[in-house]
């Protein structure tokens, strides 16, 4: 049976991405070895990891622009610090608008002050706060583009005159932005690009350096520029398998083209949840997620009902997070229509049963 994945992460991935990605795991490339056992100094591994950065520039709009793409370890997790150890000198700013910003701030309190600019914590971060002023005193404001478990997403980014940093690791390379716009931008792989294992960072090279602190070799960012995403031996498989994705998307037609789809995806499933009564969305409408929907059953009833026509049907990994509970099906770009649209008729049948 077809299984249709709405896991939050690790997510789905392009069918011929995986089937070349196990391939490579047997025999890179007719060269008689392993992706996971050549050299990441081989001639073959630098060419991976070179084109897997520059499709991220390139992807991004960003070739020749003053910016580097980067393939680290430690998730996005680590750039939670990294950002504050490479960027804060005295103050910045943060808009909290979930979990992951909280574990941000948290982090970067240990560098410097930390103003929380704006916060929707207030009504359990399902909407996006909006109208806050930015001090112009910071060295850098910080937001998180889509937030996976509440299934909100910044539609419009603040303007400002201090640089700004964005945690896109569930919705990068999904919609059409100006990405000059932003400083620096980091992404775990597991969303919308690869495997867990690799995290994606794309900074503008003229914001580094001005500190002044001692930073460790493996979190300083311009050490990393410097020796071309590979200081210490990189995730060789998660780096492979993100380049795959992004040649994927290329092919495709870019972002423009994904966008499109994930529009039709976002629009078939909100429209099921605004017209039956059976379910209800938790997420303001305004800033509801184009990745990851948020909604609930209002006949609790129905429950073990719709939980098993959803098994039946190979619906898989649409349980709400523990916080928010309720249900979540994340569309990512590897997320087919033909997969929302099932989803889609078990709700409808639902009702049909209420």
């Known amino acids: 049976m077809k299984k249709h994945n709405f896991s939050a992460g690790p997510?789905?991935?392009?069918?011929?991405?995986?089937?070349?990605?196990a391939e490579a795991v047997v025999e890179l490339d007719g060269i008689g070895l392993s992706l996971i056992e050549i050299s990441h100094r081989s001639k073959e591994f630098v060419a991976i990891m070179e084109k897997a950065r520059?499709?991220?520039l390139e992807l991004l709009g960003l070739e020749g622009k003053g910016y580097s793409a980067l393939f680290l370890q430690g998730g996005a997790s680590t750039q939670f610090l990294m950002v504050a150890h490479n960027l804060l000198k005295k103050k910045a700013g943060y808009v909290n608008t979930g979990t992951w910003s909280l574990k941000a701030i948290k982090e970067a309190k240990l560098f410097g002050e930390v103003v929380e600019v704006a916060s929707s914590q207030d009504q359990n971060f399902n909407y996006i706060p909006k109208g806050y002023a930015v001090p112009?005193?910071?060295d850098y404001l910080h937001i998180t583009s889509n937030n996976t478990i509440f299934g909100t997403q910044i539609k419009e980014f603040p303007k400002t005159n201090v640089p700004l940093v964005c945690d896109m690791s569930s919705d990068i390379f999904s919609r059409q932005l100006d990405f000059s716009q932003f400083d620096l931008i980091y992404a775990g792989a597991q969303k919308n690009m690869g495997p867990a294992g690799t995290t994606l960072v794309v900074v503008k090279e003229e914001i580094l350096g001005k500190v002044g602190r001692e930073i460790p070799s493996m979190l300083d960012y311009k050490v990393h520029i410097s020796k071309d995403s590979m200081f210490?031996?990189?995730?060789?498989f998660a780096v492979y398998v993100s380049m795959l994705t992004l040649q994927w998307l290329k092919d495709l037609g870019g972002i423009a083209a994904i966008e499109e789809i994930n529009e039709k995806k976002a629009n078939l499933i909100y429209s099921e949840?605004?017209?039956?009564?059976?379910?209800?969305?938790?997420?303001?409408?305004?800033?509801r997620s184009n990745m990851n929907a948020t909604f609930n059953i209002t006949d609790e009833g129905l429950k073990e009902t719709f939980e098993t026509m959803c098994k039946e049907a190979g619906i898989s990994g649409i349980s709400g997070h523990r916080s928010v509970g309720g249900y979540?099906?994340?569309?990512?770009?590897?997320?087919t229509i033909e997969s929302v649209g099932a989803l889609v008729d078990i709700m409808s049948e639902l009702e049909k049963k209420g």
């Open 11 to 21: 997510c789905i991935l392009p069918k011929e991405v995986m089937q070349k990605a």
């Open 273 to 287: 949840i605004d017209l039956n009564p059976v379910f209800a969305g938790i997420a303001a409408k305004e800033d």
């Open 232 to 236: 210490n031996t990189p995730p060789v």
């Open 54 to 56: 520059s499709l991220a």
């Open 328 to 335: 979540r099906a994340s569309m990512y770009n590897a997320m």
């Open 136 to 138: 112009s005193d910071l």
